[in-house]
């Protein structure tokens, strides 16, 4: 079956170090995802991306975070300067079409430690 | 605010029991409920995803149930194996679907 794949699966990082976190989304999927679950935590809504542009976005995707698809394949989280509360898995997501009902398959996690 | 609420937090069943999760929301506009499973360290599985008109859906030994006037549904797992040890995820869809409201979840054990 296929699957939504993320790199690394492991980041430790210093305190106002850039990190990118990549996703290769499954490959006739159209909506791209990410989340964050810090350790104990709800999983929350980061942002959404359709169409080489950001659909949605919550309070937590501020001026830090950005995203991009740079050559059609990767899909990729950028956190420019991190803080410690950065710290959490991060999840991609993909979905196949435009339908509220269609399944959103996540990946296994990238886990971000930031010292 | 959008919210859910899951309960129980935790709980710990004997292999081969049947065993019933809850989860209330508050989420507008409600475009569909889903659960998910996540065992630790890795990433959410679906389960079932119901609109508002589906009462019911079953997925093998879960069968999810949704009251979308009390705005609650239930997940419930029948014939427990070990495998089923996990956190059970509730999670609403809104904006036509493409915004999720993540439940706490209920973290499940099963034990022999």
């Known amino acids: 079956e296929p699957e939504v794949t993320q790199t690394p699966s492991h980041q430790v990082t210093q305190m106002g170090q850039e990190v990118i976190l990549r996703c290769v989304p499954i490959?006739?999927?159209?909506?791209f995802y990410w989340y964050r679950q810090i350790l104990g935590q709800k999983v929350e809504f980061l942002v959404s991306?359709?169409?080489?542009?950001?659909?949605?976005k919550s309070e937590i995707f501020d001026d830090q975070f950005s995203v991009e698809r740079p050559d059609g394949s990767n899909f990729t989280l950028k956190i420019r300067s991190t803080k410690l509360e950065d710290s959490a898995m991060y999840f991609c997501?993909?979905?196949?079409?435009?339908?509220?009902?269609?399944?959103?398959?996540f990946g296994p996690g990238t886990r971000l430690t930031v010292l | 605010k959008n919210q859910v609420e899951q309960s129980p937090q935790s709980l710990i069943i004997l292999e081969g029991k049947n065993c019933t999760l809850q989860?209330?929301?508050?989420?507008?506009?409600?475009?569909?409920l889903r659960w998910y499973k996540q065992d630790t360290g890795r990433g959410p599985v679906s389960l079932t995803i119901?609109?508002?008109?589906?009462n019911t859906k079953s997925n093998g030994r879960y069968t999810a149930t949704l009251d979308a006037d009390t705005k609650q549904s239930s997940l419930h797992i029948t014939a427990s194996q070990l495998s089923d040890s996990a956190s059970y995820i509730c999670?609403?869809?809104?904006?036509?679907?493409?915004?999720?409201?993540f439940g706490g979840g209920t973290r499940l054990m099963v034990k022999p």
């Open positions: 490959s006739n999927h159209l909506y």
């Open positions: 999670v609403v869809a809104y904006n036509a679907g493409n915004m999720l409201t």
């Open positions: 119901m609109t508002f008109s589906e």
């Open positions: 997501a993909t979905i196949q079409g435009v339908l509220s009902t269609d399944t959103q398959y």
């Open positions: 989860c209330n929301y508050t989420v507008s506009p409600f475009s569909n």
């Open positions: 991306f359709y169409n080489n542009e950001i659909s949605e």
